[in-house]
């Protein structure tokens, strides 16, 4: 019992280890937040790819006269983010862009791109670099129908 009073201290030891730990563990979990909302959009935008596809190929526009094809398939879009962009991750709209490659003939591949900048950790971009990418899907289908209900081109934000 006498030597007890010559040993160090250890109160606050967990406290400082914490507050070392929590930063590193809070990028992190951050860090896979934004992996898995980045890789949602990357499946939302490959389904929408094959949807625009395949209403290409068949000539059909379910917007109607009142939208383009690009622009129905904009709509689309599961979130208000990938759809509207307008926040840090997402600055811009989604972009969606229908090609022929080979010039409107049937049997020709018709190939639709949809895509988004994806900006990872918005809060750390000036510190980081290599923090954007570009979120793409795609879908080729060979032309069954002339194109007279829509048009080639893309609609949306600057991906």
Same mark, same amino acid.
């Given at each position: 019992?006498?030597?007890?009073?010559?040993?160090?201290?250890?109160?606050?030891?967990?406290?400082?280890?914490?507050?070392?730990?929590?930063?590193? @563990? =809070?990028?992190?979990?951050i860090g896979?937040?934004?992996?898995?909302?980045?890789?949602?959009?990357?499946?939302?935008?490959?389904?929408?790819? /094959?949807? $625009? *596809?395949? @209403?290409?190929?068949?000539?059909?526009? #379910? !917007?109607?006269?009142?939208?383009?094809?690009? &622009?129905?398939?904009? *709509?689309?879009?599961?979130?208000?983010?990938?759809?509207? %962009?307008g926040t840090?991750?997402?600055?811009?709209?989604?972009?969606?862009?229908?090609?022929?490659? &080979? !010039? &409107?003939?049937?049997? $020709?591949?018709?190939?639709?791109?949809?895509?988004?900048?994806?900006?990872? =950790? #918005?809060?750390?971009? /000036?510190?980081?670099? %290599?923090?954007?990418?570009?979120v793409r !899907? +795609?879908?080729?289908?060979?032309?069954?129908?002339?194109?007279?209900?829509? +048009?080639? !081109?893309?609609?949306?934000? *600057?991906?």
């Open positions: 019992m006498r030597f007890t009073r010559f040993l160090p201290d250890q109160r606050g030891t967990a406290l400082v280890e914490f507050a070392l730990v929590l930063p590193v @563990f =809070l990028l992190l979990v896979m937040l934004h992996f898995g909302k980045a890789f949602n959009y990357w499946i939302n935008e490959t389904h929408l790819a /094959n949807e $625009a *596809a395949r @209403f290409a190929v068949v000539n059909k526009n #379910p !917007g109607g006269t009142t939208s383009t094809l690009q &622009q129905y398939i904009q *709509a689309q879009a599961d979130t208000p983010e990938l759809r509207d %962009g840090d991750s997402v600055p811009d709209s989604m972009k969606v862009c229908i090609e022929f490659p &080979q !010039g &409107q003939v049937v049997g $020709a591949p018709v190939t639709v791109t949809v895509s988004t900048d994806y900006h990872w =950790l #918005p809060f750390l971009a /000036n510190e980081l670099s %290599g923090t954007n990418v570009t !899907g +795609s879908a080729t289908m060979r032309l069954e129908a002339l194109p007279t209900n829509y +048009s080639a !081109g893309c609609v949306g934000g *600057a991906a």
